[in-house]
């Protein structure tokens, strides 16, 4: 198939953009590396009438730090994840997540930005700013304002996205010398959706006890989710084998994968089990 006809505006501003799409009544898609959306319009699960090219905005580009915070642009590319030093010293879990997205052509031309506008429950990266305790800079009807991931993934594609909405940039807390950071996944095929992926990123005392944890894992539900009983079980304690036993019995009420005629969910939830302990074991022997 192809996509249907559409009109196409380039945008040079967060205004502009946004008021090219309101001028289609919301009939109007925002389009960055385009990895998503392109293979929509292909198949016509998407026919909007106007296409919003957010690639020229200035106000998305560029990775900065910020106070104790690492301001990530929008349109920072699935490749840069690998190669931008700030990204490998203040956010090491997108670093270490980065090479599990998709392949390097798919990575050389998707963003970030991208991808957690999207909110796709299979992503490694909107699960990563779950466990990385993120804050979405959203430019809207009034104006800039944060969204904490915890408050921004809603439902199946669905986020705290109004229509018209651009997702400028992400605010990642930088990791401290006691934060520790783990991720993972299985596939049946590299670059394949994972079966099941996670991210693990916490702080840790001098004797090795949690202080604060985050765990988020990916394909397991209609968004990606924290498993907030595991992270309680685990603060203020040593993680060691009977440590991590027990929590991995928590996963199975905490986690509800759909029925899937590839993957039934019991299988899913046991992959979730072993994922979550090969990812407590590596930072529990982390220095």
Do not use: C
């Not at 945008?11 to 925002?30: E, I, K, P």
Request: proline fraction near 6%.
């Amino acid at each position: 198939m192809k996509a249907r006809a559409f009109s196409y505006v380039r945008a040079d501003s967060l205004a502009a953009a946004r008021a090219a799409f309101l001028a289609a009544s919301g009939d109007a898609s925002y389009i960055s590396g385009g990895q998503s959306l392109v293979p929509a319009l292909a198949l016509r699960l998407q026919a909007p009438e106007i296409l919003v090219d957010l690639g020229q905005v200035a106000d998305m580009r560029g990775v900065t730090l910020e106070g104790d915070m690492l301001r990530i642009g929008g349109l920072t590319r699935h490749a840069q994840m690998l190669t931008e030093p700030l990204i490998a010293r203040h956010a090491p879990l997108l670093a270490q997540a980065a090479p599990y997205v998709a392949h390097p052509a798919i990575r050389n031309r998707g963003t970030l930005g991208g991808s957690v506008a999207l909110a796709d429950p299979a992503s490694e990266f909107p699960a990563m700013m779950l466990a990385m305790n993120a804050q979405m800079e959203i430019y809207g009807a009034s104006g800039t304002r944060l969204v904490p991931a915890d408050d921004y993934f809603q439902d199946l594609y669905q986020t705290a996205l109004e229509p018209g909405d651009i997702l400028v940039a992400l605010h990642v807390p930088s990791v401290g010398p006691r934060h520790r950071w783990a991720f993972d996944e299985l596939t049946r095929r590299r670059g394949d959706y994972a079966m099941v992926g996670a991210g693990i990123q916490g702080t840790f005392a001098e004797d090795g006890r949690v202080n604060e944890i985050r765990i988020a894992f990916f394909s397991v539900a209609a968004t990606p989710v924290r498993v907030k009983s595991v992270e309680a079980a685990l603060a203020g304690q040593v993680i060691d084998a009977a440590r991590i036993a027990h929590v991995q019995g928590l996963i199975e009420a905490e986690l509800d994968p759909a029925e899937d005629e590839h993957l039934p969910p019991a299988m899913r939830l046991h992959l979730a089990r072993v994922l979550l302990g090969r990812l407590l074991q590596t930072v529990s022997s982390a220095t």
